[in-house]
């Protein structure tokens, strides 16, 4: 199991409002939302991700974690599993996932390292949701978190094709359970969610669904 998920809470209000990561081009549809350590029954929330003419790059929203008391130190050992729902609302078919994850101080106001930046999931988005993961990827950077730090998720597309349209992601801890790691569901009322080192949250039998590892 993951010694380390979160949920993606859709109601409550982030600890800070940091500041959005430089890979992102395109910030103006972005909202900030909380990570949390354990499943709440948040409602399911569509979140645009925008870019315009000439950009590649649009963040959908912000998700900051509480103050994490404990620090601990990542590896490029460590791993990364995440899924969520995706929709290419404007039927580019070209869209895919990208994904930014820093390490903040207890301020929220400095960065303290990058974990992972960078597109996470090759496969084109479609015009009906459907789900979209990355299972065991690595770290990016050795990153030391300092007591009460803070975990940001930044979570938007990548396009090739440099147009004026929207894309959408769904996020909260909806009435269904996890989604499971693989690119071909359907389901909305599936809650997306994200771990580190090997794992998923509770209620995923990883040995009989096969998608972990």
């Given at each position: 199991m993951a010694d380390l998920t979160f949920f993606l809470n859709s109601d409550a209000a982030a600890a800070h409002d940091c500041a959005y990561s430089a890979y992102w081009e395109n910030t103006s549809a972005a909202v900030r939302h909380t990570l949390t350590t354990?499943?709440?029954t948040?409602?399911?929330?569509?979140?645009?991700?925008?870019?315009?003419?000439g950009q590649h790059l649009g963040i959908g929203c912000q998700l900051v974690s509480a103050a994490i008391a404990t620090g601990?130190?990542?590896?490029?050992?460590?791993?990364?599993?995440?899924?969520?729902?995706?929709?290419?609302?404007?039927e580019s078919g070209s869209s895919t996932l990208a994904l930014s994850i820093r390490v903040f101080n207890a301020a929220g106001d400095t960065?303290?390292?990058?974990?992972?930046?960078?597109?996470?999931?090759?496969?084109?988005?479609?015009s009906g949701y459907r789900s979209r993961h990355n299972d065991g990827v690595a770290v990016q950077n050795t990153v030391v978190m300092p007591d009460n730090g803070h975990i940001v998720v930044e979570?938007?597309?990548?396009?090739?094709?440099?147009?004026?349209?929207?894309?959408?992601?769904?996020?909260?801890?909806?009435s269904g359970g996890p989604l499971l790691l693989s690119d071909d569901q359907t389901d909305v009322d599936l809650y997306p969610w994200l771990a580190f080192t090997y794992g998923a949250p509770a209620g995923v039998n990883v040995a009989l669904t096969g998608v972990c590892g």
């Open positions: 354990s499943r709440g948040s409602a399911a929330t569509i979140t645009p991700c925008t870019r315009t003419n601990r130190t990542w590896t490029t050992s460590d791993t990364i599993d995440f899924v969520i729902m995706c929709q290419d609302y404007a960065v303290i390292g990058t974990l992972y930046e960078g597109v996470i999931n090759n496969v084109n988005w479609i979570i938007g597309f990548h396009d090739p094709f440099a147009a004026t349209f929207s894309n959408r992601l769904i996020i909260g801890e909806m």
